[in-house]
């Protein structure tokens, strides 16, 4: 069975909007956990757009599955990180002026800066994933710094323009994860994974794990968060 990590960041943003109290990404965690997530993830981004520090300190505190924490390899970011220990540190590249994480991190062009965060971050016993794009030089440098996991960045393949075009797409992501397990790496996918495009991926054993955020917030609004979680799962794993 495949695992899913729920992304709370948008509860955040929705506070944010009008910087109060609620809602508190904090609760939906808790909910997410209820309808059956493995993992609650969060983006502690630079600007704090949307999580706040004190989120981070609650869920760690909170959190009954695993808390993974998506950030920048900064020294910030790494010194938070291994202050408040997630159990597990996404890397990620960030760019201000993005709405989203907009492609993976170029970790062939940075492999000094990268394995130095690595090092820092597994010596302080948190687990280490490594946001790619779905390509060969990107996987091996990721396995040559010591990552423990690559999450695949799906975030093409989800705006594919055509049925062809996915479908070419999803195979290039399956090679691309036949190729990551060969290499010992775990394998997740995420970014921009929805209740429709995800039905390719029920039951393929090349992905251990997937990341999603938005579009089970977004059902949320609708039908509430057990329930979002709870219809995910079930186009995942059938
Ligand atoms: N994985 C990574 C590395 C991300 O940056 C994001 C967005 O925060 C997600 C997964 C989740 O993407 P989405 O919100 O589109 O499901």
Redesign the pocket.
């Known amino acids: 069975m495949a695992k899913l990590e729920v992304?709370v960041?948008?509860v955040a943003t929705l506070r944010q909007a009008r910087l109060i109290d609620e809602p508190d990404p904090v609760t939906a965690a808790v909910l997410a956990e209820l309808g059956g997530a493995d993992g609650i993830?969060v983006?502690l981004r630079e600007d704090r757009r949307h999580i706040q520090d004190r989120d981070l300190t609650l869920l760690r505190q909170t959190v009954k599955t695993r808390l993974n924490l998506?950030m920048a390899a900064t020294p910030e970011m790494i010194g938070i990180a291994c202050q408040t220990k997630p159990d597990m540190v996404?890397l990620?590249p960030e760019k201000r002026a993005e709405l989203?994480?907009e492609g993976g991190l170029d970790v062939a062009n940075h492999q000094a800066h990268l394995q130095e965060a690595v090092r820092t971050l597994k010596a302080a016993g948190i687990l280490v994933s490594l946001?790619v794009d779905p390509q060969p030089q990107q996987i091996q440098a990721a396995a040559a710094i010591g990552a423990d996991y690559v999450?695949l960045?799906?975030?093409t393949y989800?705006e594919a323009a055509s049925e062809v075009e996915a479908e070419k797409l999803f195979e290039e992501l399956l090679a691309a994860a036949a190729h990551a397990r060969q290499l010992g790496l775990v394998v997740?996918a995420?970014?921009?994974?929805?209740y429709r495009n995800i039905k390719r991926f029920r039951g393929r054993k090349e992905f251990a794990e997937y990341?999603?955020?938005?579009?089970?917030?977004s059902r949320a609004v609708y039908v509430g968060l057990e329930r979002a979680v709870r219809e995910m799962i079930a186009l995942i794993n059938g």
């Not at 995420?190 to 929805?194: E, S, Y």
């Not at 990341?211 to 917030?217: P, V, W, Y």
């Open positions: 992304n960041d948008h993830i983006h998506e996404t990620v989203t994480t946001f999450e960045h799906t975030g989800a997740k995420g970014h921009g994974l929805n990341s999603i955020g938005h579009s089970i917030i």
